[in-house]
Nanobody
Framework: QVQLVQSGGGLVQAGESLRLSCEAS????????MGWFRQAPGKQRELVAI???????TVEESAKGRFAISRDIAKNTVYLQMNGLKVGDNAVYYC?????????????WGQGTQVTVDS
């Protein structure tokens, strides 16, 4: 079992910044990627940014140039620096970890943290 503990998030004004953190513990062997998803009310969960162990990074189009993902692989921690926040970024943000196991690819999720951007 993998446990993901998120921190950060909260209420900010449009244009301000927030930093999310997520630390994985427990069965963290075989980690291949860590990242962030978000889910706004009435919408499906969507990818925000993800980074593989080889550094390959994918960032959602609307977040490019504003959000940056980084990882401390040794600490099994992933960060999401969010700058220039917009009302459209309002959502619950979920940490995500992908592992390769003998039973195949496994995904685990954090508890979610609310990001609210006020205009």
């Amino acid at each position: 079992q993998v446990q993901l503990v998120q921190s950060g998030g909260g209420l900010v004004q449009a244009g301000e910044s927030l930093r999310l953190s997520c630390e994985a513990s427990g069965s963290t062997f075989g980690v291949t990627a860590m990242g962030w998803f978000r889910q706004a009310p009435g919408k499906q969960r969507e990818l925000v940014a993800i980074q593989s162990n080889n550094g390959e990074t994918t960032v959602e189009e609307s977040a490019k140039g504003r959000f940056a993902i980084s990882r401390d692989i040794a600490k099994n921690t992933v960060y999401l620096q969010m700058n220039g926040l917009k009302v459209g970024d309002n959502a619950v943000y979920y940490c995500y970890i992908q592992r390769s196991t003998s039973h195949g690819r496994k995904a685990s999720w954090g508890q979610g943290t609310q990001v609210t951007v006020d205009s």
